[in-house]
């Protein structure tokens, strides 16, 4: 009854999740509710203490959700024993909740059920916990220690798992298949790790934050910068009360935090993006891990395919180079750096007057676009070893990848780079390539 009362309270302050409103009348008043997130713009110390106030106060509402968890974990025996646990493709025992529906004509025509009201197994979201090893004993222990908390989300309709994972491709690539090929278990994702596996997280959300609807953060050793995107899955970090990243570190876990915020709609603009304090036994921070993935849960289900779908930020479009593509090269050549379009149209101009002699390898394939990134990555040395071909190929995937509108906005700024990319890609695609 508390918990109801809890999140009846949140939904009368803010609406529904899904059609979030502040309240007309409450809001003038100070409440928890109508915290507003930290506004400051300076990384520091400072701000990250900033964020662990905001974030207790504004997820005040789970208080009760921890409450009751700690008294389950005390008070548990065996407390999986009524759930059915099986591997799923690569993925090995996962916990599933026990729900089923009647399969539509939809999910017939994809394959999942061979009738018409045929019984499904589903599950309304998989949470996965991340270890950074493959050794079977620690693998089960993690499991055995995580079962109480498996069990409070499995009550919820989660699905759970502790997954190995040996680099961030193979935790990319477990991921993309769960959801390939168990869409009814795994098509909406969270990902849960400490330390280096918090560090594949992030490495995997970097690249493709499209597949994950929440990721929780645990004292990572590296933060990456986030992707340049408008509709990030929630995240959640835990850090140390000592933080002791460099500025860099530390811009870098804010801009994740912001990013997690730049949304819409009221609720993700709340809770999107959050900064826990975390002890060196993970003291409460588990608790609050399992009640933010509910409220996650809850306003999935409510949005249900209006999910927002990752957009670039056009202004700061940036991309990485990972690997010559030539067939001659035998080793990639990581060549990850910002590649800014403003800067490359205020270059412009200055390179098209430029008559310096190129390479040969640089005198066909030669455009704007390309141009403008090696200007700017001019210091690169592994850089110039790469052909014109390769990389327009290379920038042009990357583009496409971000979406349709935006290599439309590259060629329509450099048209000629644009007929490069696409005569290359058909030349690649064809099967006698």
């Given amino acids: 009854m508390v918990e109801d009362y809890a999140q009846k309270r949140l939904e009368f302050a803010w609406g529904k999740p899904g059609h979030g409103q502040f309240h007309p009348l409450l809001k003038k008043l100070p409440l928890d509710h109508f915290n507003s997130p930290p506004q400051s713009s300076e990384v520091s110390a400072l701000r990250i203490q900033l964020e662990d106030k905001y974030a207790s106060k504004i997820m005040s509402f789970g208080r009760p959700t921890r409450d009751r968890l700690r008294e389950q974990v005390e008070m548990a025996i065996d407390p999986l024993d009524k759930f059915e646990i099986k591997d799923i493709g690569k993925v090995e025992s996962i916990v599933l909740p026990g729900l089923r529906k ?25 949470v996965i916990r991340v270890l950074p090893h493959e050794e079977k004993h620690l693998i089960a222990q993690e499991f055995n220690r995580l079962a109480s908390s498996f069990k409070f989300l499995l009550e919820r309709g989660f699905a759970c798992a502790v997954m190995p994972a040996s680099s961030y491709l193979d935790l990319l690539d477990k991921t993309r298949n769960l959801r390939k090929e168990n869409p009814m ?3 909406n994702l969270y990902l849960w790790g400490d330390k280096i596996g918090a560090d594949l997280i992030l490495q995997v959300t970097k690249e493709n934050a499209s597949i994950f609807k929440a990721i929780i953060i645990n004292r990572p050793n590296l933060v990456v910068p986030p992707p340049q995107i408008k509709g990030m899955p929630w995240v959640l970090f835990g850090v140390s009360p000592k933080v002791e990243q460099d500025s860099e570190q530390l811009a870098n876990l804010l801009l994740w935090v912001d990013r997690g915020r730049d949304a819409d709609r009221l609720y993700p603009s709340r809770l999107g ?33 209006d999910w927002p779908e990752p957009k670039p930020l056009l202004n700061s479009i940036s991309i990485k180079v990972d690997e010559d593509l030539s067939a001659q090269e035998e080793k990639p050549r990581k060549l990850g750096k910002t590649f800014d379009l403003l800067t490359v149209e205020q270059k412009i101009q200055k390179l098209q007057q430029d008559k310096d002699e190129k390479p040969v390898h640089m005198a066909t394939f030669d455009c704007e676009i390309v141009r403008g990134y090696r200007e700017l990555h001019i210091d690169d040395i592994n850089l110039r070893k790469v052909s014109n071909r390769d990389l327009v190929l290379k920038l042009g995937m990357g583009f496409e990848e971000m979406g349709q509108e935006v290599l439309q906005k590259i060629g329509d700024k450099d048209p000629l780079f644009l007929r490069f990319y696409r005569s290359l890609k058909e030349v690649q695609e064809t099967p006698l390539n």
């Avoid at 009647?102 to 998989?126: C, M, S, W």
């Avoid at 993006?273 to 809850?298: C, D, R, W």
């Fill in 102 to 126: 009647p399969a539509t004509l939809e999910e017939v025509n994809r394959k999942l059920a061979r009738r018409i009201a045929d019984p499904l197994e589903f599950a309304k979201g998989l």
């Fill in 273 to 305: 993006g959050l900064i826990k304090f975390v002890g060196e036994k993970n003291e409460n921070f588990e608790s609050f891990t399992v009640a933010y993935l509910l409220q996650v849960l809850e306003f999935a289900e409510q949005v249900g395919k």
């Fill in 185 to 187: 278990i795994a098509q």
